[in-house]
């Protein structure tokens, strides 16, 4: 009897990124596997964007200064991850995350071509 393929695939995880994963996906209601993937997405428009890890990481770090600036709350984010996830949203909403992104790229694209000529 022959199985039909599917299209998913099994690969192994570091338990403290599970547990992570398992973490931020309860207030989004996602499964793990789902939060996994969401931030495979992410990773992958970083990427695609231009963006290294420590620019993507310093551009967020700079969101979330302001953000709270802007927005004082009382309540601390239970993690790192649901910080994370309130800045991006945050920022996502006023579309200020995606300026910067564009910015960013300019900025390193303009940085290449000086390397270069």
Same mark, same amino acid.
């Given at each position: ?7 998913? !695939? ?18 989004? &209601? &996602?499964?793990?596997? @789902?939060q ?6 992410? @990773?992958?428009i970083?990427?695609?964007? @231009? ?19 802007? &927005? ?22 006023? !579309? ?16 290449? @071509?000086?390397?270069?000529a």
């Open positions: 009897m022959a199985s039909s393929p599917t299209s998913f !695939a099994s690969v192994k995880l570091p338990a403290e990124l599970v547990q992570q994963a398992r973490e931020a996906a309860q207030p989004m &209601r &996602r499964s793990v596997a @789902g996994v993937e969401y931030w495979a997405t992410l @990773g992958r970083v990427e695609h964007s @231009g963006l290294t890890a420590q620019e993507a990481q310093t551009a967020i770090a700079g969101y979330e200064i302001a953000a709270r600036r802007a &927005r004082p709350s009382a309540d601390k984010p239970a993690s790192q991850a649901d910080a994370l996830l309130a800045q991006f949203m945050a920022v996502e909403n006023d !579309a200020s995350l995606a300026q910067r992104v564009r910015e960013v790229v300019a900025s390193n694209r303009s940085k290449a @071509g000086q390397r270069v």
